[in-house]
């Protein structure tokens, strides 16, 4: 009940390994018989020789880790690779950061609460690297009072 050479027909009939391809147990004469690749190919359209389809990789792990890394788990400098440049951009950062700045001075310019020489002082400090965040313009302004508050 040797089918080896079978298998090795099939596999070669079809381009897939040898663990996908499946003998019935019932039809093992039929089987036997079959000595060329046409006698295989009629085999597989009876339904005798049957072709397993391929095993994928799971993604449940992938789905796991990732949701996992959103709460900002596992992202450790022993789990880093690559540079912080090469992470998150110098030039990325900064525009972020400057713009968030910039909007805020805008705002508090057309609502009125600093003057245009504050707001152009301010904005070369923005430029200069001066201010760390929006936060920091907010505590700057209050310790030195630059914020005027409307009357009325």
């Given at each position: 009940?040797?089918?080896?050479?079978?298998?090795?027909?099939?596999?070669?009939?079809?381009?897939?390994?040898?663990?996908?391809?499946?003998?019935?147990?019932?039809?093992?004469?039929?089987?036997?018989?079959?000595?060329?690749?046409?006698?295989?190919?009629?085999?597989?359209?009876?339904?005798?020789?049957?072709?397993?389809?391929?095993?994928?990789?799971?993604?449940?792990?992938?789905?796991?880790?990732k949701l996992q890394k959103r709460k900002g788990r596992g992202k450790g400098l022993g789990k880093r690779k690559g540079k912080r440049n090469a992470r998150l951009n110098d030039k990325q950062v900064w525009m972020a950061k400057i713009r968030v700045q910039r909007n805020f001075l805008r705002e508090l310019k057309s609502k009125e609460m600093i003057s245009s020489k504050i707001y152009r002082d301010l904005y070369l400090k923005c430029k200069g690297g001066f201010f760390r965040s929006k936060r920091h313009i907010k505590v700057y302004l209050t310790e030195r009072n630059l914020i005027e508050k409307k009357n009325g």
């Open positions: 009940m040797n089918l080896k050479v079978q298998k090795r027909i099939t596999k070669s009939k079809f381009g897939v390994g040898k663990k996908r391809v499946k003998l019935n147990p019932e039809n093992i004469k039929e089987i036997k018989e079959a000595i060329t690749k046409k006698d295989i190919k009629n085999l597989k359209k009876k339904g005798i020789i049957v072709i397993k389809p391929k095993r994928g990789i799971s993604q449940s792990r992938t789905r796991k880790s």
